[in-house]
């Protein structure tokens, strides 16, 4: 009966639907046109994003490019917004303060916190609402030759010289509508301004199906991201967990993440079921009570451990008490495109040529 209600609550608001797809339409083409004004920044700048709703990748993706700028010994910076952050002013952290454990995420953000200690050396991350500010006073702060934006596809107020665009296969629509119809935030149009697309999340068909139709009506680079589980490790300590100890133990799994099916087919792929889960809202400020609860309601499920997403492992190592963290397991992710290199090949060829 709730199903049906809110199905008809949908087709109730559609008027208003496509009254938010216009105005959307409408502030695209006001900075395609010039009526609004977008800024450049003194270095290249290169936006991670989507056009759905939370979710696609873009956090894995950001740390695989940091991780390859490092190795490469690139000094590049972050720039992002620092969703679920207490503090508002812009904030500005170095390299160094990340290896000094300066990871708080209610000051930083979830994402934010989770960038600090991936950053290669003489990188730096800025926080704040307004990126081209942020970016700015980074730039006289820190001598960097390239910037990562965060989320920023549709940041259109900041000139970006590459855009990379995520897509959840699993929740594209064939319409054109946006939330709450679909899980769009953007016009499907808006991938005209992708110099690449990277597909996650979906099935071999459906990825191979939606490869193709972009290909051709796009014609640029569309690749698959692929998230593989990469084991777990203990929250105290950092301690990895091999996989034969996996097999006597009972767990539970908790997130507050925008896609928990997706956590939970990671542990599926690690041959985990858990016994108890319990999903939080996106960007949740766990508190001591929610440790009790959820330890209370794991135990009675018959599960000793539980096992969290490492966007809540930032969050929950300043809170969890040690005789809680001791029972608390963190399942890390691998990010890869597929084929591979083929991102590291177009970084090189359009910034990085001088550097072969």
């Not at 959307?24 to 006001?30: A, D, G, M, S, T």
């Not at 000051?107 to 200690?117: N, Q």
């Not at 730039?139 to 910037?147: C, E, F, H, I, K």
Request: proline residues 6%; charged residues 20%; positive net charge.
């Amino acid at each position: 009966m709730m199903l049906l209600l809110l199905n008809a609550l949908k087709w109730l608001l559609l008027p208003l639907g496509m009254l938010h797809w216009a105005a959307v339409w409408l502030r695209n083409r006001c900075y395609d046109w010039g009526i609004c004004r977008s800024r450049r920044l003194a270095v290249p700048v290169i936006s991670i994003g989507n056009i759905q709703m939370g979710g696609t990748g873009k956090t894995p993706l950001v740390i695989a490019l940091l991780d390859w700028l490092r190795r490469e010994g690139i000094a590049a910076g972050v720039l992002t917004r620092g969703y679920g952050r207490q503090a508002g002013a812009p904030l500005m952290l170095g390299a160094m303060e990340g290896a000094s454990g300066n990871a708080d995420p209610a000051r930083l953000g979830d994402e934010p916190a989770l960038f600090l200690p991936h950053l290669p050396p003489g990188g730096a991350l800025g926080v704040g609402a307004d990126r081209h500010a942020v970016g700015s006073q980074l730039l006289r702060a820190y001598p960097l030759s390239l910037l990562l934006l965060d989320d920023g596809f549709q940041h259109r107020k900041l000139q970006r010289d590459l855009d990379i665009c995520l897509i959840d296969v699993s929740r594209w629509a064939v319409h054109p509508f946006l939330f709450p119809f679909s899980y769009l935030r953007d016009i499907k149009g808006s991938l005209r301004r992708a110099h690449a697309i990277i597909l996650t999340k979906g099935d071999d068909a459906a990825t191979a199906r939606l490869q193709a139709q972009l290909q051709e009506k796009y014609r640029i680079p569309v690749w698959r991201g692929r998230y593989e589980a990469a084991g777990l490790e203990a929250l105290a300590d950092g301690r990895a967990v091999e996989p034969d100890e996996l097999s006597d133990r009972k767990f539970g799994a908790v997130c507050g993440i925008a896609n928990p099916a997706h956590f939970m087919a990671q542990l599926s792929a690690l041959g985990i079921a858990p016994l108890y889960q319990h999903f939080f809202p996106d960007h949740h400020h766990y508190t001591l009570q929610d440790l009790r609860l959820v330890f209370a309601e794991a135990a009675a499920a018959g599960a000793a451990q539980v096992i969290v997403t490492t966007k809540d492992a930032v969050k929950l190592r300043k809170i969890a008490p040690p005789e809680v963290a001791g029972k608390l397991l963190v399942l890390n992710i691998r990010f890869r495109i597929d084929p591979a290199g083929a991102l590291e090949a177009l970084l090189r060829a359009r910034f990085f040529e001088s550097t072969d």
